[in-house]
């Protein structure tokens, strides 16, 4: 990366040593010494700094020769525009900030990938925040992302402090939360009801004849909510064996593939005739297929196994994983809607959307 200094050493030579240089002079003492202002540029172009500022900010209020002086002295310069200051001037950022428990789930990556596309072609850039599932840092991320005024906000889930809530309602940054359906939400919602998936896939599994089931997911609050709504449904049924509860076996947060294998061993200790399992995540889905195949136990034959996420590798499994879809770029094209339509002024009609999901029915149930 070429540095301003190098760039000034060129202009220079450009010149005989007796006549004056068109370098904008190091003034000593003053904040950030030897790197390159908006002034530096305004003084190379040979225009006044709030006509550099209008070329750089809003090209068209200036004639093509000036705009062309101070894109080339940018370019000799190696100036970079400082956006937090022209930001705090015009009260627009051009950040949405983005907050997701893990960047490294894959379930989530289908959401931030259509919001980072269709937020760069409205102008705006994506800042993304991981606040983790177990000791969840949300609180002190919300508060850093605040403090720097984001012309909006994506949240996934929505259980969250009364703390945290209260301050990005007292902040009037738009706000979108994701991945979760409430009638109540802090601005603007665009998900899903986790009970709903959790009672339609016990709903399933039944109607194939299923009649033993169980339930593996993480100990985060979303899977929780799910795991618990197909083990009542489940029950209510009669999904169970001699009217024992449904097992219900949680792992931490995000969940691996080696979590699904011990999972099922686990769960086959507690009851081995279990012959419907629903998992929180394809991972946990893809470990339970593989312990199950070490076993000789068959699927779907001895077991039905049902993932969540419907992954890519999914449909490439031996059997293919029946898994349960959610429209992640839905998700991500409406929330990016909401802001930028918020950023321009517009009111918002329905600020509730429900995209629903689908069970992708394939080989393993």
Not at 264 to 274: K, R, S, V
Request: charged share 20%.
């Amino acid at each position: 990366m070429s540095q301003p200094q190098d760039s000034s050493d060129s202009l220079r030579a450009d010149k005989p040593a007796d006549e004056p240089s068109d370098e904008p002079r190091r003034r000593s003492g003053r904040k950030n010494a030897g790197g390159i202002t908006l002034r530096d540029v305004a003084q190379l172009a040979g225009v006044a700094p709030i006509t550099a500022s209008r070329a750089l900010n809003t090209p068209a209020a200036v004639s093509p020769k000036v705009l062309q002086k101070v894109k080339d002295a940018v370019e000799r310069t190696g100036y970079v525009p400082n956006l937090l200051a022209g930001g705090l001037a015009s009260n627009k950022s051009r950040l949405v900030a983005v907050v997701v428990p893990t960047v490294i789930g894959p379930v989530f990556q289908e959401i931030v990938h259509t919001l980072t596309e269709t937020l760069a072609a409205a102008g705006y850039q994506v800042m993304l925040g991981q606040t983790g599932y177990e000791n969840s840092r949300e609180d002190a991320l919300l508060e850093a992302i605040i403090g720097r005024r984001p012309d909006g906000v994506v949240l996934t889930g929505i259980m969250r402090s009364q703390q945290a809530r209260k301050r990005l309602l007292s902040s009037g940054i738009p706000v979108v939360e994701t991945w979760d359906l409430t009638p109540t939400p802090i601005d603007m919602l665009v998900g899903f009801s986790h009970e709903n998936i959790g009672r339609e896939v016990a709903r399933y599994l039944h109607g194939k004849g299923r009649r033993a089931a169980a339930v593996l997911g993480g100990k985060d609050e979303r899977s929780q909510r799910r795991m618990l709504a197909f083990a009542q449904e489940a029950a209510a049924l009669g999904m169970t064996v001699d009217g024992a509860q449904v097992p219900m076996h949680g792992v931490s947060a995000p969940t691996t593939l080696g979590q699904g294998r011990k999972g099922l061993a686990d769960l086959l200790q507690q009851q081995p005739n279990i012959d419907a399992l629903f998992c929180s995540s394809d991972l946990l889905a893809l470990g339970v297929t593989i312990e199950a195949q070490s076993r000789g136990i068959g699927i779907p034959g001895q077991l039905a196994v049902v993932g969540f996420g419907d992954l890519e590798f999914s449909r490439d499994l031996e059997p293919r994983l029946t898994s349960v879809r959610i429209d992640g770029t839905a998700i991500g094209q409406r929330a990016a809607r909401f802001i930028i339509d918020r950023a321009a002024g517009l009111e918002i009609a329905e600020p509730i959307v429900d995209v629903g999901f689908s069970i992708v029915v394939r080989d393993s149930a």
